[in-house]
């Protein structure tokens, strides 16, 4: 073990949905009273779809004014236009952006939003204007992550550097065969590469909470929690050493720990 660390595990997928939303909520509302903004860093996949419609009724329940409320994505495939089903634009737009707009909290997400856009032909200059932006809006508050099965944060795959900046990168077979189930199942339709956020912009966030759920990650969460030092192999043991991170997780995904 590296050190010890904040960890929860709870007894399943939906506690640990409520649980992260209860602590997302909280942030939000705490950032908004006492700086008067906040900074939220989302990420995809299957891991948080359940967390982020127990945050959208957490603020139907107890409603804030979300004028002062941001949001960064960690990621986008490359190249993906907006306008297809399957670009992580649209399913933010699908499970949060769009819901939380009907809210009337004053949350509008052409203004509101930063996430990778796919389709530029400079992949390189809209990064480093990605980059720029987070630091204009002075920085992610809290970022939420899920794990890759082979240790990947955001689309930074085994042999990213723990310097590593938002760039464009290529996707292993592995994270391809994976995500192929939000794509009909077809590893040829999951595009190779990505633009993500890198290690250290993930690591500037001031908290981190790590959402697994699963008993396909409970390999991973072995090794990474055996780790002797952070290393490029599984660039999730970087997180390790960053001193406000949370690791949620459920029962399966902890069992061989
Ligand atoms: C998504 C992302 C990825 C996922 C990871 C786990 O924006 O950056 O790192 O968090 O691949 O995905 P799920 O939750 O589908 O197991």
């Known amino acids: 073990m590296i050190s010890s660390k904040s960890i929860t595990i709870f007894s ?26 906040f900074v939220f860093g989302c990420a995809t996949g299957g891991t948080p779809a359940r967390f982020y419609q127990q945050l959208l009724s957490l603020l139907q329940q107890h409603p804030v004014s979300l004028r002062s409320f941001f949001t960064v994505n960690l990621d986008e495939y490359y190249p993906m236009p907006q306008s297809n089903e399957q670009s992580y634009y649209s399913w933010m737009k699908r ?7 009907q809210m009337n909290l004053s949350f509008d997400y052409e203004r509101q ?6 389709d530029v032909q400079d992949p390189r200059k809209e990064a480093k204007q990605y980059e720029d932006k987070i630091r204009t809006w002075g920085g992610i508050d809290v970022q939420i992550l899920g794990i890759g099965e082979n240790g990947h944060i955001g689309f930074n795959e085994p042999g990213s550097e723990r310097g590593s900046r938002m760039r464009l990168v290529s996707l292993t077979e592995s994270t391809r065969r994976t995500n192929a189930k939000f794509f009909g199942g077809d590893i040829q339709a999951v595009p190779k590469q990505a633009i993500t956020m890198g290690v250290e912009t993930i690591l500037e966030a001031k908290e981190i909470l790590v959402l697994v759920s699963g008993k396909q990650k409970a390999e991973i969460m072995k090794k990474i929690f055996s780790a002797a030092e952070p290393t490029s192999d599984i660039p999730a043991t970087y997180l390790l050493k960053h001193p406000h991170t949370h690791w949620f997780f459920d029962t399966d995904a902890a069992a061989l720990m």
């Not at 499970?95 to 707009?101: A, D």
């Open 113 to 118: 939003v930063l996430i990778p856009d796919g």
């Open 95 to 101: 499970i949060f952006w769009h819901p939380l707009q």
């Open 12 to 37: 399943d997928y939906e506690a640990l949905s409520i649980a992260a939303a209860d602590h997302v909520y909280q942030a939000l509302h705490d950032g908004l009273q006492e700086k008067g903004k």
